[in-house]
Structures are given as C-alpha cells and as structure tokens.
RNA sequence: GGCCCCAUCGUCUAGCGGUCUAGGACGUCACCCUUUCAAGGUGAAGACACGAGUUCGAGUCUCGUUGGGGUCACCA
C-alpha cells in the first residue's frame, strides 16, 4: 500500500440525506476537507441516497446549508457539478447494476432469493439456538434451474458477494495501524437489493473508485464492514483507496455515541445540541465550532487550542489523529465560542447580533447595536445571551424592575430612595454624559451616604437597566442618553414604597 | 454473545524507550482586579486502569485481565 504511486488527493463526504447534519457528521467532513486543503485536493460532496425509506427530501439541502455554514465548501457535488459525477447515487444506478452484474458474471457474487420475512425467521431461530445470526450462504451455490425455479415463483433475487471462506483479510488502517478480520466470521453481505438499488458496500466501492477518491475517511463504526470493503476492491481488481477510521464523539453524560435519538445533557441537566443546525440557532459561531471539532481527535500542536481553521490546514496530518473515542467536552465549546466571540471586530461581532435580538422579536438600531456590542463582547458565550443581558436596549417600553431587586445589600426602601434621589440631582446636572463624566459626578456621592461603590453603583444599574445582572451602570446611561436615564430613576422612585 | 476498535488529570489532550519527580487546555477552588456579570491576571488541587513479560531502563513495546466503545439489516 505505501509503495503505490500517490494519487491525487481527493476525499469526499457522502451523508444520506435521512435529516440535517449530525454534529459527528460535521466532523468528519470537516476532517476530510482538511485533508484535501492541506494537500492541494479536491473535496468532494456525494449524497448517499440509496434507501428510499428513509430519504427525507428537506434534508439535502440542510446538509448543505450546514457544510456552507461552517465553511466547508465541496469542490464537486450535486448542486455544483464535477467531472465524476453525478453526484447523488439514486442518479447512478446504472453504474451500480452493471458492476453488479459483472460480479456475476466472474464468480464474485451470486442470487440470492431469500425473501426479507425468512432472512428475519432465519435469525430469529439461530438467536433461539444461541448461534451467531446470519446469513447461512444458502443460496450460494444454487444451479441454473434452482435459479429459474425461484425466478418462476415470482421471487426476486438480491446479490451477494462471494466472500472468502477461509484464511484472513488483513487491512492497513491509515490511523490504526494493521487490523486483521478472520474470514470464516464474514458475512456474504448484500451488495445489490431488491429493489435495483446498491447498499452502502457496492455503492461505496464503485463510486470511490469512479470518482477517483483516493482517501476514505468515516467514523469507526464503518470499521467492521472494511473487510467487505476491502473483499470488493479485490473482487474488482481495483486499487483501494486509502482508509482512515476516525474515532466518534461520545454522549457526555450517559453512555453509548453522540445520538439525537437520546438528547444528551450536560453535567447541569441541560440538554446539548446534537444538530449542526441546533448549534446554529443557539448562536455559536462556525470558525467556534470548526475550532472546538478540530481539537477533539487531533490537536494543532505548539499546546494551542485557539486557532482558526485556515491554521489548522497547514498542520492537518492523519497521524496525528488519536484513535481513542472521547466524549463531547461541552464547556470547552463554551469556552471557544467565547474566545471566538471576543476576538471579533467590532462591527463583526454587532452583524452577528442582529439575528439572535431579531429573532426575539427586537427592533435593532443599527447605530445603537454598534453602542451596545462592546459592552457584551466579554459578557457573552453564545451569541443568543445577549438578548438577556442587553435585550433592554432594543424594546421600544422600558419595562423597570422591582423595587426589591433595586433595594440594595444592606439597604432599605427609604436609603434606596435617598439615593435616587441624590443621584437624580446630581445626573440631572451632567451635561457631558459620558461614561468617565458620569462615574466621575456620581462617585462622591458614596461617600457622602455612606454606601459603597457596589450599593449605589447597583442601584442605579437595576433603576436604569431593570436587570441585576446588565451591561455596566455609565456606559449604559451614556448610551441611552440623559432624559431617559432620568426618566427611568424616577419610574424606580415611583416603585420604592414611600 | 461473536467479531473489531480503544484505554494519560473530572473532561479534551501532549507524550512516538531514558530529557516524565508526566506538559497544556477546559472545568473546579483560592487570591488579585472590580459598580453587577463577565473578561483579564496569579496560584492550587488533579492522571499514566490492573497484572505479567521484553529491556540496563516502559506512560511509551508484547501478552493477558478489567473497563469502555462500535458492529453483527435487502440502513447508511
């Protein structure tokens, strides 16, 4: 294998398009774009859509739109064309039936006419009977006329491949290293159903193959079928591509893979996002989440976790991807999407904002967003928090806080009155009403009430922002201005019993 | 259960026979800064699953045990 002249790079991402893209799903293309990028191939987008029970027609276009999200563009694939295509399967099953039939024609494959309802009898008694279940190669060696009898029923074969019934298939894993499947244990897999259309085995040789794909990489959970695999490129006489099995992304709390059947929660009990959409929507950024992907299964070096993904290209290596699951380290995505969030220009960081304050039924003053962003940039992890910390800037009706909320540590209703008060007096004579300005006014009144910076400075937050926990105290005044701040004192003084 | 994969701090990881009294990051805790909350700074606790080998020497190689994961479809 290592002795093969090297290929072009080229390697793909060939998802069914049964839902939109699974965060697990986005790592392995991520993975395999990568890849490509590091060494000038081509990455290539095919849609595995060969089971028509489980095709849901929304999601190719999800799929996409979730890859686009993220950065990760194809060079071929459906919507885009490409010299190997088509790009979706269910257009290619001419291809398919064809090699099929040349299986059969050279011995490598055979009918089997076994109807699904006896396949399953047939496990159901070998369960029974503590035997391994499978299929029992029945049909293997059926005659002409055998063939024809069951044709004449009506029945209507599927194919099978001829696997080797003794001795080993020894696979060269790019990542693990040598794994060696005993063959008496293999199973004569389907490689072409019923229905005229491949399985996942057929369909993925041939089209590796056709489209020049010179390095698989997928999940570990394609590990036992490699042996199949690998059968078929030897049935074909075809060179193999290079195989590389990545390892997957376990459920945090509980046990077993990453799985939106069973939403998994973090250590809080909150439940985390399993769909790359769900991420999305919950307003983490995609150079966070291509970030946070990267660094699970393989690590950029230099003890870095923070870096954009264009770095990462540089770096990209198989053989520096650990082979060991790991579970979905949720507070380091936090951490990154933080990181990422107060890395960001500016005006960046305000475009962004919009959607998640739009979404909450907000109207966004564009000016007035550029005032507010640097006052959550280091307040958020999410970009959906800051429709709770600074969401009051944007509702056209000031809605107040309680008076208790506004009556300070150590404090009563008539002192957090006395201050207002004060305070009103003394804003109400600022006329710079900057951020320095207004600290500079207001401070000495602390002193002279005897309160600390953390009473009056807290009292005047939960008057002017209606929250306890808001964007800090001046700087929001500065930003909605003199007579509004005013205004909402005296709303907080109407409040406070008298 | 058969087969296959995997195993370093709670978590993500570095480590590719000696430089490991095991490094980094997240999280946790403490302190500093501080008008809330953050951010930032400093520091602390915290791991080579176990047992045999191989070797002058093992976290690093081999085998076994244990544990975890995956897979056993006319789904991918």
Redesign the pocket.
């Known amino acids: 294998m290592t002795d093969t002249t090297p290929r072009p790079v080229r390697t793909r991402f ?3 398009p049964t839902g939109s893209l699974h965060i697990g799903g986005l790592r392995t293309a991520l993975f395999n774009w990568l890849y490509a990028r590091r060494h000038g191939g081509k990455f290539v987008l095919r849609i ?1 859509d ?2 028509q ?2 095709y849901e027609p929304q999601s190719l276009e999800e799929l996409m739109e979730a890859l686009r999200w993220a950065g990760l563009q194809w060079d071929e694939g459906p919507d885009i064309g490409g010299d190997y295509g088509p790009y979706i399967q269910s257009e290619r099953r001419e291809l398919y039936q064809k090699w099929a039939n040349w299986l059969l024609d050279n011995d490598k494959a055979y009918r089997a006419y ?3 309802e006896e ?1 399953e009898q047939m ?1 159901k008694e070998q369960l029974a009977r503590k035997q ?4 029992n190669r029945q049909h293997r060696t059926l005659s002409e006329a055998e063939c024809a009898a069951f044709e004449a029923e009506g029945r ?1 074969p ?1 194919i099978r491949l001829k696997m080797p019934l003794e001795g080993n298939t020894v696979i060269e894993d790019a990542i ?2 040598r ?4 063959n008496a ?1 293999l ?1 004569d897999m ?1 490689l072409l ?3 005229g ?4 085995h057929l ?1 993925h040789v041939l089209d590796d193959h056709f489209m020049e794909i010179s390095h698989v990489m997928r999940a ?6 490699l042996p199949v695999h690998w059968q078929l490129w030897l049935a074909f006489g075809w060179e193999p591509p290079i195989y590389a099995h990545l ?2 992304i ?1 459920n ?1 709390d509980g ?3 990453l799985s939106k059947r069973k939403p998994p929660k973090d250590k809080h009990g909150n439940p985390i996002p399993v769909m790359v959409h769900d991420f999305m929507k919950a307003g983490y950024l995609p150079e966070a989440l291509c970030n946070f992907l990267a ?3 393989w ?1 950029f070096g230099d ?1 870095r ?1 923070f870096f954009y993904i264009n770095e990462a290209i540089d770096r990209f290596e198989l ?2 991807i ?6 979905f ?1 949720t ?2 995505l ?2 990154l999407n ?2 990422h969030i ?1 890395e960001l220009p500016v005006e960046a960081l305000a475009a962004r904002l919009r959607a998640p304050l739009e979404a909450a039924g907000l109207i966004v003053d564009s000016d007035l967003l550029l005032k507010v962003t640097p006052l959550v940039q ?3 992890k999410t970009l959906s928090e800051v429709v709770g910390l600074a969401g009051f800037f944007f509702k056209p009706e000031f809605t107040p806080a309680s008076a208790e909320a506004i009556i300070q540590k150590k404090m009563d209703a008539a002192a957090t009155a006395q201050a207002l008060v004060r305070s009103r007096e003394i804003l109400a004579g600022v006329d710079d009403f900057s ?1 320095q300005a207004l ?1 500079d006014a207001i401070q000495p009144l602390t002193s002279d009430l005897g309160l600390n ?2 009473q009056l ?2 009292l005047l ?1 939960v008057a002017v922002t209606g929250q ?8 929001t005044m500065e930003i909605i201005g003199k007579a509004e701040t005013l205004h909402r004192i005296d709303m907080a003084l109407a409040l406070l019993p008298a």
């Open positions: 060939a998802p069914s595995e060969t089971d029970k489980r076994e109807t699904p396949l496990r391994p279940p499978g299929y209507i599927v693990r290293g794994v060696v499947f005993e244990t199973q389907v159903k019923a229905d259309l491949p399985t996942y369909a570990v959970e394609w590990l036992p079928s390892p997957v376990l945090p046990k077993g893979k660094n699970i299964g690590n003890d976790e053989d520096r650990n082979e060991a699951n790991s579970t380290p507070e380091k936090e951490w933080g990181m107060r280091t307040r958020i951020t600290h910076n953390s400075f807290g937050r306890t926990i808001s964007t800090p105290t001046f700087e």
